[in-house]
Nanobody, 124 residues
Framework: QVQLVESGGGSVQAGGSLRLSCVASGRTSANYAMAWYRQAPGQEREFVASIPWGGGTTYYADPVKGRFTMSRDYAKNSVALQMNTLKPEDAAVYYC?????????????????WGQGTLVNVSS
């Protein structure tokens, strides 16, 4: 099992920034790709960004490209999502996920591990 714990959510005005963090623990957590998803009320969960195990291409959803940056700290078994120039449409519960491979093409319903989510509110 892999346990994922997110933190860093909160309320911010449009144009502001937040930094989310997700710490992984448990079995072979360092061998998993990690990703961020988000889900707004009444909407489908959607892909935000992912980073593979061991380096490689970081993928971003089109709506967040140029504003969000995902990073990974292998020593701490953690990933972060730096969110800049936030917009009201970025408001959602943000979830951390882990699986062997994750990309924008992944079906979130079958991803193996999830955190409990952290709420981001963006006011206009």
């Amino acid at each position: 099992q892999v346990q994922l714990v997110e933190s860093g959510g909160g309320s911010v005005q449009a144009g502001g920034s937040l930094r989310l963090s997700c710490v992984a623990s448990g079995r072979t957590s360092a061998n998993y790709a990690m990703a961020w998803y988000r889900q707004a009320p009444g909407q489908e969960r959607e892909f935000v960004a992912s980073i593979p195990w061991g380096g490689g291409t970081t993928y971003y959803a089109d709506p967040v490209k140029g504003r969000f940056t995902m990073s990974r700290d292998y020593a701490k078994n953690s990933v972060a999502l730096q969110m800049n120039t936030l917009k009201p449409e970025d408001a959602a519960v943000y979830y951390c996920a882990a699986d062997r491979v994750i990309g924008s093409w992944s079906d979130w319903r079958i991803l193996e591990f999830w955190g409990q989510g952290t709420l981001v509110n963006v006011s206009s």
